[in-house]
């Protein structure tokens, strides 16, 4: 019988085997992901890749279909047949009640807009009140509740008094305001349209910092806009990953 052989280091130990890591899940992986209405194509065919904790720039002009294509990621609206699209390792649209449950939309024209008449402190009080079970009864939310409630989303800015209406608010805090909003559903996916609203190029710069520091804390981040030169005008720690959409 041949004698048994094992590889040893210089000093007689066995070598350390070293282990593979499997690279993490995508938050969003799609491929040949389409729409088409009645009056052709909305969007697609679109290829896309996002990984878990990052951030991801959808550039697109009036007309790409960007807004549509936010709304299908985040479980809101169904792709063509045939669209290959898993979202947070739900397969869409099979199982798109799981993924409107992880993933929070923000700056959509007409799904999340600002009640002009009501107050900060009552519109998170709302949707705390939404998000919690029927039964519960949600109090009126002290100033220190609700800095912790909106602080992620405002970062190093102050959070507007509760008392504010949301009509006095400017441009960069009704966007903040509405991140808030969409973050107290502590969602795995965020994707929020139309940072241009903010017209101000230096007002802007403090939503996608804002946007990046979440991302970079864990949150995975789908952002859309409409200018070309967006990312490269823009100051980045990590410059983010950008898919631009044709019309």
């Known amino acids: 019988m041949s ?11 066995a070598p350390a085997v070293e282990a593979t890591v499997a690279p993490p899940t995508p938050a969003v992986a799609a491929r040949g992901l389409a729409l ?26 009036q007309g790409s279909g960007r807004t549509s294509l936010l709304l299908t990621l985040a479980g809101r ?19 798109r009640r799981s993924v409107q449950k992880a993933a929070a939309v923000a700056g959509l024209a007409g799904i999340d807009d600002l009640d002009a008449s009501v107050t900060v402190g009552a519109l998170v ?18 100033p220190h509740d609700l800095d912790a409630a909106l602080r992620p989303a405002f970062g190093d800015r102050p959070v507007p008094p509760g008392g504010t ?13 509405r991140i808030g909003l969409a973050l107290l559903q502590r969602p795995a996916l965020l994707v ?3 940072v241009d609203q903010v017209l101000d190029d230096r007002r802007r710069q403090d939503v996608w910092t804002r946007l990046e520091q979440l991302a970079a804390d864990g949150l995975t981040v789908v952002a859309a806009c409409a200018s070309a030169d967006e990312v490269e ?12 959409l044709p019309t």
């Open 77 to 95: 609206m169904v792709p063509d047949r045939g669209s290959d699209l898993r979202v947070l390792g739900h397969a869409l649209p099979r199982d």
């Open 3 to 13: 004698p048994t052989t094992t590889d040893t280091t210089p000093n007689g130990t």
């Open 165 to 177: 209406v949301a009509w006095d608010l400017d441009e960069l805090d009704a966007m903040l305001l």
């Open 233 to 244: 005008r823009t100051r980045w720690t990590t410059p983010p990953t950008v898919v631009a």
């Open 192 to 194: 929020v349209d139309d």
């Open 36 to 61: 088409h209405g009645p009056r052709g194509r909305v969007y697609g065919p679109v290829d896309l890749d996002v990984a878990p904790g990052t951030l991801v720039v959808l550039q697109g002009a």
């Open 125 to 142: 009080r709302e949707r705390l009140a939404w998000l919690g079970p029927w039964y519960r009864h949600q109090r009126r939310l002290a």
